[in-house]
């Protein structure tokens, strides 16, 4: 088992990453809070794939639980949700000190984060990742939110769990496009502060193929565990550096908004946005364009899907504008100056987002 502690004073709390530990989550919720009820809040899919197991765990440890079902997909992150779980929470008489498990990926992480951040004005949350993406990214570091009809993530809050238990042995049951989700945020932490990291998941994406390597697999998984936490230490509140984990979501949130929320994975657009960003780096002369080219060669060998057909460069703007990263209509981006090297924030005009966009169905094929 592998910990990896996020060091926040009051509301820090340790990342527990071992294969095979699912069946321990009862133990560590004891340990970490005693022996208390609560609910936990999952999607169909992840609740008939490891609902009894969970459950298993919980019961044994004696906790006392119902769990709360959710349909699959990014429709679920809504204000409607949120109030169905609400006045479920009610139903069950859960008080201050009961807990929610957020049991899922990422869509199901921010949902139930959320709700267990505002209800009761917040009772303890507890993250059981079992993507790709929610291990390495979206479990940690207390962002939650659900989504509004103008834009992805719009509502939210800055709400630390008390625990997150990392099953990297869950990943099998993954399609191949969850996979590459998930690989978009690993990519992205390597771009962003370690070469090596990068170079190795270029050099070993079997590891992500075949998960027959739980050990190598759990070290990828903790070391983005350790660069996210770094960061999160420094910036709790997204008001510096914890900026720059938002390379390529810039472009990647316009991109995934005009494929149609849930059409195209949240790290499959991300990684569409990382080739457009370091683009626009390369552009005003931060990133060389041998370093832009070699990205491009390895970001574009991921079998990406189609750029969704029908995104006219006034839409693209239109969705960015609302983008929660927006300042002032100003409309700020991530960019690089080399691989796992300097970082910066700025804003970005909109003849250089139009030229990245360009560029990018330059590379890509157009859905039809």
Not at 304 to 333: C, F, H, M, V, W
Not at 335 to 364: C, P, S
């Amino acid at each position: 088992m592998k910990t990896v502690d996020v060091d926040l004073g009051e509301d820090a709390y340790p990342i527990l990453i071992g294969g095979s530990s699912l069946p321990e989550v009862g133990e560590f919720v004891e340990e970490r809070l005693g022996r208390i009820d609560g609910a936990v809040i999952t999607d169909e899919t992840v609740d008939r794939l490891y609902g009894d197991k969970l459950a298993g765990a919980l019961e044994v440890a004696g906790h006392d639980f119902e769990r709360v079902i959710v349909e699959p997909g990014e429709e679920s992150k809504s204000p409607e949700n949120a109030k169905e779980l609400y006045e479920k929470l009610v139903e069950l008489e859960l008080h201050r000190d009961s807990f929610v498990i957020a049991f899922g990926g990422g869509v199901v992480g921010d949902l139930a984060g959320f709700v267990g951040s505002t209800f009761l004005r917040g009772v303890p949350v507890i993250q059981v990742p079992t993507t790709l993406l929610a291990q390495v990214d979206s479990s940690v570091g207390g962002k939650t939110a659900v989504n509004l009809a103008d834009g992805k993530n719009l509502v939210g809050t800055f709400y630390q769990p008390e625990l997150v238990l990392i099953d990297p042995t869950v990943l099998n049951t993954l399609d191949p496009a969850d996979v590459r989700s998930g690989l978009g945020e690993v990519l992205k932490y390597g771009l962003i502060w370690d070469e090596e990291l990068f170079r190795e998941i270029n050099k070993n994406q079997a590891l992500f193929e075949e998960f027959d390597e739980p050990a190598e697999l759990e070290r990828v998984i903790a070391r983005c565990c350790e660069i996210k936490a770094e960061i999160v230490t420094e910036d709790e509140k997204d008001r510096g550096i914890r900026r720059i984990l938002n390379f390529g979501h810039t472009l990647g949130h316009g991109i995934e908004a005009g494929a149609g929320y849930g059409e195209m994975k949240h790290g499959e657009a991300v990684i569409w946005g990382m080739i457009g960003e370091s683009w626009i780096s390369s552009q005003r002369g931060y990133l060389s364009r041998e370093a832009r080219k070699e990205i491009v060669g390895i970001l574009t060998g991921f079998d990406l899907p189609p750029l969704p057909l029908g995104l006219t460069e006034d839409k693209l703007l239109g969705y960015l504008r609302q983008d929660k990263k927006s300042r002032r209509e100003a409309i700020n981006s991530v960019l690089i100056r080399g691989i796992g090297g300097e970082t910066t924030v700025e804003e970005v005009k909109d003849a250089e987002l139009v030229g990245a966009w360009n560029y990018l169905k330059e590379l890509g094929v157009e859905e039809e």
